[in-house]
Nanobody, 122 residues
Framework: QVQLMESGGGSVQAGGSLRLSCVAS????????MAWFRQAPGKERERVAT???????SSEDSVKGRFTISEDNAKNTLYLEMNSLKPEDAAMYYC????????????????WGQGTQVTVSL
């Protein structure tokens, strides 16, 4: 069973940057989708960006051009580079893993990390 551990959250001013990391340990899907989600207080969880083992990535419109999802297979680590942060980006960020699906559509992300908090102030 794979386990996920996020880190890298913190407090930044609007316009600042953070890089989130998610280290995967244990068994890993041979073909997979990985994703970053976020959830702000009182709001539904939303998927921010996805990455599949064939290298394809996608991101939500609200973060396109500002956030980049990537991975380092040698380190079993997933990253989310966040630039030009806005107050509305503040949330608990989670990484998640699931079996591969084309475009990561319809994936059931069954493995989750504990989350890392991102705070953005004006």
């Amino acid at each position: 069973q794979v386990q996920l551990m996020e880190s890298g959250g913190g407090s930044v001013q609007a316009g600042g940057s953070l890089r989130l990391s998610c280290v995967a340990s244990g068994y890993r899907y041979s073909r997979y989708c990985m994703a970053w989600f976020r959830q702000a207080p009182g709001k539904e969880r939303e998927r921010v960006a996805t990455l599949s083992n064939n290298g394809r990535t996608s991101s939500e419109d609200s973060v396109k051009g500002r956030f980049t999802i990537s991975e380092d297979n040698a380190k079993n680590t997933l990253y989310l580079e966040m630039n030009s942060l806005k107050p509305e980006d503040a949330a608990m960020y989670y990484c998640a893993a699931g079996p591969f699906a084309t475009g990561c559509r319809g994936v059931v992300f069954g493995i989750w990390g504990q989350g890392t908090q991102v705070t953005v102030s004006l």
